[in-house]
Every structure is written in structure tokens, then in C-alpha cells.
């Protein structure tokens, strides 16, 4: 779901807080209910289901968007391939494991883990891309990232365990956006091409890459439930269609520094709907997790500098 802000940039710094702070709550708190709204789907629909008809409800959620807004909707065919690469590795198979995870540990953990993604982005870029190298305080941040993850896990205490399989799951989905952001920024960022556009030809792929799959899996698993179905929806055209143009809006309105932070908000809303809708279970070692989590992510993002140069 949630980190593509870091890298569209876009600026508009003068703008007032009153114009862009409603969007901004409104994706924290969209894209940290994620994770619930995939625990609820999952009441009737398959890992799989989840993440197709996701791509098919945000894509057809922003193909509206940008028809109502007069897009143009001609790309190169370079960046057709190019988006390929990036809905398969931004949507597609993250979807996937999110989802399949989820039926594995809670969403607590998931939404707390998804927070490692800009871990794994500066271990992608440094290791694959090699375009920068790792200073002391990103350093540090991996490390303290590395010690949250086993916190989170619950390994090191008696008192609620996570599966091993759900977490090496989400840390498969987070590398996946690892490696898709700073590919996207290289191949993608400098076309020049609407945003809303970008956003539309991806997440519809990431629909028409998986439907080939619907001769040999499921879609459904059970009967179809008031609940699943809402969550369902909610995480396709709010969490995946809504999200996007929320984001692309905040970038223009508030600047990329700021519209970034959204991402820290998503564990806290994560946590507080699993502890109170689903009565999901989390220790103080796994609150503790998350927090070297996000902190983590601020010292890779060289938001949080504990040692100056």
C-alpha cells in the first residue's frame, strides 16, 4: 500500500495548513485501516481475491478520476513496460502477501511492519541501484530497524508470538517496494507524465497481471459476508483509488517533506483499530517494536540524525 510520496515531487510549500491537512488525515488514517480492512475481507475472500480485486476497484476508482479530470491518457510504450515492472512489484505481489501474511499473524503486526519499508528502500538503493552510499545515521537505522522487527515478532518474549511465515511474508512485500520506489523514481518520475496517469495505468495492471490466475485459484473461500464485502471495498477504491489521489494532492499542496510523514501515522491507526474492533492481542515488546520501527524509518529517511557529520 502507502510510500509512493517519496518520490513525486512535486512543491507548493506557501500553501496554508487548512488546505492540505483534511487530505492528509484522511490518507493516515485510510491507509493505516488497510490492514484491518484486508482482516475483514479475508472473512470472504482468498489472499489472491483480495489483491485483484483491489487493482480492479482502485483502478477503476482512478480511470474515473482521471476521465471526470481529462487526462491524456497516451504514454510511450517504454513507460508502459516500465509500469509493468512497477505494478507488479508496487501492487500486485505486495497485495498478495499482505493479504496472505494476514492470515497468519494480525493486523497490528502487518501495519507495523509495513513500516520497514523505507529500510528496505535505502538497502535496495545501496545494494541493486548503488546510487548513494549509507551514511552513519542510515547505518544505525538499519540496525535499530533489524532490532524492531524481532521485537515485533515477539521472539524474545513468552507472551504472543507471531508466525515466523507471516513475517518473512510482510518483510518479502516491504523488499518488494523497496526495490519498486527507487526503480520507479529512476524510470518512471522523470517522464513527465500526469501523475494521476501513472497512478491509473499501474494499478490497473497490477489487476490485469494477477487475472490470468483466476483459471487456477480462488477468489472467494467463503460465502459472501456483509463485512468482508465493505472491507473489501474499502481497501480498493479508499485504501487503493482514493489513496492515491489524496496523496498526489498532498505532494502539491503541502510538499513532499511533509506529505511523507503520512507514513508514520499508519502503525498507530493500525494498532488502535486491531485492539479495538478485532480484539487483537499485542505485548509491550511489540509496541516497543514498533516504535524502533518508525524510528528506524525517520534515520534511514535522514529525518532523525543522532550522530552530525
Not at 45 to 54: E, H, Y
Not at 138 to 156: E, H, N, P, T
Not at 201 to 230: C, E, I, R
Request: aromatic share 12%.
Amino acid at each position: 500500500m502507502s510510500h509512493l510520496n517519496k518520490y513525486l515531487y512535486f512543491s507548493n510549500q506557501n500553501s496554508s495548513t487548512s488546505k492540505w491537512l483534511p487530505g492528509y488525515i484522511a490518507l493516515g488514517i485510510t491507509w493505516g485501516s488497510s490492514f484491518f480492512f484486508i482482516k475483514l475481507a479475508l472473512v470472504s475472500f482468498s489472499p489472491f481475491g483480495i489483491a485483484l480485486l483491489r487493482g480492479v476497484l482502485g483502478g477503476v476508482t482512478l480511470l474515473a478520476f482521471a476521465v471526470a479530470t481529462k487526462q491524456d491518457f497516451r504514454i510511450s510504450r517504454k513507460t508502459f513496460f516500465d509500469l509493468v515492472i512497477v505494478a507488479l512489484l508496487l501492487n500486485s505481489i505486495p497485495g498478495f502477501l499482505f493479504a496472505l501474511a494476514e492470515t497468519r499473524v494480525s493486523s497490528i503486526i502487518a501495519g507495523m511492519l509495513n513500516a520497514t519499508t523505507p529500510l528496505m528502500t535505502v538497502l535496495m538503493i545501496f545494494l541493486i541501484f548503488k546510487e548513494q552510499k549509507i551514511n552513519t545515521n542510515q547505518v544505525i537505522g538499519i540496525l535499530v530497524g533489524f532490532v524492531g522487527i524481532i521485537f515485533v515478532s515477539g521472539f524474545l518474549t513468552q507472551t504472543i508470538k507471531a508466525s515466523v511465515e507471516g513475517i518473512v511474508l510482510l518483510l518479502l512485500a516491504t523488499l518488494c517496494y523497496g526495490f519498486a520506489f527507487p526503480f520507479s523514481r529512476r524510470k518512471i518520475s522523470s517522464t513527465g507524465y500526469s501523475s494521476t496517469i501513472l497512478a491509473t495505468y499501474q494499478v490497473g495492471l497490477s489487476a490485469l497481471l494477477l487475472l490470468p490466475f483466476t483459471f487456477v485459484t480462488n477468489v472467494f473461500v467463503d460465502t459472501l459476508q456483509t463485512s468482508a464485502v465493505l472491507g473489501m471495498l474499502a481497501l480498493g477504491m479508499l485504501g487503493t483509488g482514493f489513496a492515491y489521489i489524496w496523496n498526489f494532492r498532498n505532494v502539491q499542496l503541502a510538499g513532499s517533506a511533509i506529505a511523507s510523514t503520512v507514513t508514520y501515522i499508519s502503525p498507530v491507526v493500525a494498532t488502535l483499530l486491531g485492539v479495538i474492533f478485532l480484539n487483537e492481542k499485542i505485548s509491550v515488546g511489540q509496541i516497543f517494536g514498533g516504535v524502533l520501527v518508525v524510528l528506524s524509518a525517520l534515520l534511514v529517511q535522514n529525518r532523525l540524525k543522532i550522530i552530525r557529520h
